[in-house]
Every structure is written in structure tokens, then in C-alpha cells.
């Protein structure tokens, strides 16, 4: 109860925002959960290059945020990027479906699906980072400020993106759960257009919430929008139209405010110019010093999101050799236990406020309990237990000869564990990039968390290029990932990922002492 009294808490606008982003989880999961079954059965690819696709997508389209994000904050307004993103999205999911429509694996319906597939991608890249950034945006500063000495509840903001994260959690859960029976049982053209109808919801959801949200923050960059651009014609007029002396005098008597005195023997065009260099030449430089700040425990994180791409990989290949019945005739697919986590985050991620930071306050004697950087902490070690367990519960496996004879129940507990270091560390990890920047580059913030991922998605891959070409026996067979699960080494890969994953935790806490962020 006391988790359900601190959400509504929340303004209207956030509890709104929360519900559309859970939407927008569920769509896309409701597309990429099953894409792999979709690329090999009817647009006849071969697994490798079906994984290869998909593994090519998630991480373009956890990197575009990077590159959309610095324009959303220097030029354009988190609501109208939001809209646009959201037509954009749309169109590639009405792409995609016509393509799964057409029930053809011809090159123009490859080319079709590219386009949809990446169409989507950009729609993401513009709408996820605007629209978490608009939502903590709901929040008033005066909100986080306690009101009275003894009000010890966490602040808004945080609690915020602790339930943003619970809401996309629960979007990810119904899009795994309800779209590949859809797209199983009934066909991929619905199955992917019911996502695409979620989103026109969510379009509409959002447009009717206009009233009610803040744009302060948007209005503040388009005021600096519009004064870049009076700048600039002012600078281009200056040049082509000769000033009267007192004009100059009177424009120079109105800009005093607005500029510093333009150094004697100056004309006023050469000062004009000066100062639109100068801004921009600082407006540069500010954000790449914030990003070289946060580049160090940025790339801490990324092993962090190496394991969390393993659920989706070789925890499939592991539980495809153990015992999958239930009963005579069912076996588990592998690929459901990757429901585990998210359910562990939905049952689990109300407790953080009403058992655990209590419980902190208690140990620690801090009001506040933990801090954000602690919260990332503990859920790195937890994912380096996990990966221990994994490497523990293969070990076990290999000790049978015949396979399918260990229950595939035994990885459930490496699941969970992941499930509860997702609370901790992405919550934090959302936490910390927003508020680690300046107000005017938020935006950047959010896809500074967001490509953590996606540079991720990469580095998982060029990993197990490395292992497996260092692995290799000298007549090409034999590796830590050979198809036979009997001669197959996953411990070994677990333990590497163990120990990395170690190194990244201990530079991440030394880096902590030395990193200063925005409270």
C-alpha cells in the first residue's frame, strides 16, 4: 500500500507519461521478442544471419538517441520531437506490417522490411529519450525539496524513474507474453498489427494529455532557438545594408543587456559575428565536456549490458540440453524463462520503497538511504553473481553424460538475480545520466543511458568473436561454443564474463569518488 500511496504522489502528467511509455514497451517488444521466428520461417534467412539482423537492429536502434538527442536539446522541443518520433514510428510499424502482409520472401519485401525495421529505429531514437526527459520534466523543483525535517520520503524525481522503470516493465512483460502466441497462432500480419494500433493509442493518449503537462523546459529552448536565429539575421542583414550612425547607436544601446561591449575599433557586424562564435564555440565545447566527464563511468557500464544480453543467447543454448518436461507431452521453450525477469521486476520493484530503503536508512543511519551511484553499485554485483551462478549451474550439467538430464528449472535462479540487478542498476543508471547534465541537455543524458545498451549489443558480439577464434582448436573445431552442448564450454564463458564484469565494478567505485554530478 505505502508503494501505491508514493505513485500517486506523482502528478498526472507523470502517472500519464508512465502508463504511454509502458505502451510503447509493449509495442516494441510485441515486434522484436519473436523477429527472429519471423526472419527465418517466412522471410527464409538462416539463424546466423536472422541473429546477425536482429543483433544489427537492437543496437542501431539503441544508438540513434545519440544523435537525435543533441538536436533535441540545442534546437527543436521535447513535445513536438515526441509527436513527430511517434509518426515516424508508426509509419515503420504499418511498414512492417503491410511487408508481413504481402507473405513474400522476394528481394523488394526484403528491402521493405529493412526499411520498416529501421524506419522504427529512427521513431525510437527521437521518442524514447524525449519522452522520459518531458516526463521527469513534470516534475516540479519545489517537489523535491522536503517540507518538513522529519519528511524522509525519497524524492520525487528518483521515485519518478523508479516507476517509469516498473511501468516499461510491465509493457515488456505483456508484449512477451501476448504477441508471439498472436504471431504464432493467428499470423504475423496481426501480429504486428495490434502493436502498431497500440501506438496510434498511445499517439492519441498523449495528444489529450496536452492541458495538462509543463513546458517550461521546452519554452526555454525555443526561446534560445529563436534568439540563435534573430542573431543570425541580424548578423546576415548587418552585411548587405549599410546602418545610419544613430541606428547603430540605438542598436548597440538595446543590446547591452543581451551582450558584452564590443572591443574598440570594432564594427558592429565584426562584433555580431564575434559573439554568435562565441556562443556556439561554448555551447560546443560544454557538451563535449560533459560527455568526455561522463565517458569513464559510462564505459564501465558496458559489461553490465554485455550480460544482460546473454538471456536472449546462450541462457537459450544452455536450457535447450536440460530437462524441458512438464508431464508427458510439454516441454518448455527456453526462451520463456526470459518472462523470470521482467516478473522479478514488476513483483519485486514495488518492495525497493517500502522495505529496502527503510532498511538502509536503518544500516546506514541516512535519511536518503542509498545513494544513486550506490544503487548502480549493488546491481552490477548482483549481475556478477548471477553470471557465477550460471557458470556454477553449467559446471553441474557437464557432469551428466547424456543431456536433458538436469532441470531446466535450475537456471531460473540466474534470472531472477538479473531481474532484481535490472531494479537497482538501470533505475540508477537512468537516474544518474539525467541528472549528471546541464538542464538544456537532458535529452543527451537520457541517450547517453540508452546507448550503454546499444554499444553493448556490439561489444557482446565482438566478444564472442574473440572467444571463439581464440578457442578454436587447430582443426577448426571445438570452442567454448560448439553446437555439441557435450564439448561445449559456457562455464568458461560465464567465468570471463564474472571476472570482467569484476574489474568494470571496481573501476566503476573508484571512478565514484572522483566523479561529481548535479544534485
Known amino acids: 500500500m505505502a508503494g501505491v ?152 524525481k528518483s521515485m519518478f ?55 517550461d523546459n521546452d519554452r526555454n529552448n525555443d526561446v534560445k532557438s529563436v534568439e540563435k536565429v534573430v542573431q543570425a539575421v541580424k548578423s546576415c542583414v548587418s552585411k548587405f545594408i549599410p546602418l545610419k550612425n544613430e541606428e547603430k547607436a540605438n542598436i548597440v544601446e538595446l543590446e547591452l543587456e543581451d551582450k558584452p561591449l564590443c572591443i574598440k575599433g570594432e564594427t558592429e557586424t565584426e562584433c555580431l559575428a564575434d559573439q554568435k562564435s562565441t556562443n556556439n564555440s561554448n555551447h560546443l565545447v560544454k557538451i563535449l565536456k560533459v560527455v568526455i566527464e561522463l565517458l569513464p563511468i559510462w564505459t564501465t557500464l558496458l559489461m553490465f549490458a554485455v550480460i544482460f544480453q546473454q538471456p536472449a543467447t546462450f541462457f537459450i543454448k544452455q536450457g535447450m540440453s536440460m530437462k524441458r518436461n512438464i508431464g508427458h507431452t510439454y516441454k518448455i521453450p527456453p526462451a520463456t524463462l526470459q518472462s523470470a525477469i521482467t516478473i522479478s521486476i514488476v513483483l519485486l520493484m514495488p518492495f525497493y520503497d517500502t522495505i529496502f530503503i527503510p532498511f538502509t536508512r ?36 557437464l557432469q551428466y553424460s547424456e543431456l536433458e538430464t538436469l532441470s531446466i528449472f535450475w537456471l531460473l535462479p540466474q534470472y531472477v538475480l538479473l531481474g532484481i540487478s535490472d531494479i537497482f542498476t538501470v533505475v540508477g543508471m537512468q537516474e544518474f545520466f539525467y541528472s549528471a547534465v546541464p538542464e538544456g541537455m ?57 571476472a570482467t564484469s569484476t574489474l568494470s565494478l571496481v573501476v566503476f567505485v573508484v571512478l565514484c569518488t572522483f566523479q561529481k554530478t548535479r544534485q
Not at 516499461?168 to 496481426?190: F, H
Open 5 to 156: 500511496k508514493r505513485f500517486r504522489a506523482l502528478n498526472k502528467p507523470c502517472v500519464l507519461l508512465i502508463v504511454i511509455a509502458g505502451i510503447e514497451r509493449f509495442v516494441f517488444k510485441g515486434v522484436g521478442s519473436n523477429l527472429v521466428i519471423y526472419l527465418t520461417e517466412v522471410m527464409q534467412m538462416t539463424s546466423s544471419s536472422a541473429a546477425q539482423t536482429v543483433n544489427g537492429w537492437t543496437g542501431f536502434t539503441s544508438m540513434v538517441p545519440l544523435l537525435v538527442a543533441p538536436l533535441v536539446d540545442s534546437y527543436w522541443n521535447r513535445y513536438s520531437t515526441i509527436l513527430a518520433s511517434s509518426c515516424i514510428y508508426l509509419i515503420g510499424l504499418l511498414a512492417l506490417t503491410s511487408t508481413a502482409l504481402n507473405k513474400t520472401n522476394s528481394s523488394s519485401s526484403s528491402l521493405s522490411l529493412y526499411i520498416s525495421l529501421y524506419l522504427i529505429s529512427l521513431g525510437i531514437g527521437g521518442y524514447n529519450p524525449s519522452l522520459q526527459a518531458f516526463g521527469a520534466d513534470q516534475i516540479d523543483t519545489e517537489d523535491e525539496l522536503p517540507t518538513t525535517k522529519t519528511d524522509t520520503s525519497p524524492d520525487k
Open 161 to 215: 524513474f523508479q516507476w517509469w522503470y516498473f511501468g516499461i516493465c510491465s509493457g515488456s512483460l505483456l508484449g512477451v507474453s501476448i504477441m508471439p502466441n498472436i504471431q504464432d497462432s493467428v499470423g504475423w500480419g496481426l501480429g504486428f498489427a495490434v502493436p502498431a494500433m497500440a501506438m496510434a493509442v498511445s499517439m492519441i493518449v498523449f495528444s489529450c494529455g496536452s492541458r495538462f503537462y509543463s513546458y
Open 362 to 397: 536503518l544500516i546506514l543511519r541516512n535519511e536518503n538511504g542509498i545513494t544513486t551511484m550506490q544503487r548502480i553499485a549493488i546491481g552490477m554485483f548482483l549481475s556478477v553473481i548471477a553470471m557465477i551462478f550460471a557458470a556454477t549451474v553449467e559446471m553441474k550439467r
Open 442 to 498: 537532458r535529452t543527451m543524458g537520457i541517450a547517453l543511458y540508452t546507448s550503454v545498451f546499444g554499444v553493448g549489443s556490439f561489444l557482446s558480439a565482438f566478444l564472442v568473436f574473440l572467444v571463439e577464434y581464440f578457442t578454436t582448436s587447430e582443426g577448426g573445431k571445438g570452442n567454448w561454443f560448439a553446437d555439441d552442448m557435450r564439448e561445449a564450454r559456457l562455464d568458461n564463458y560465464y567465468w570471463l564474463l564474472a
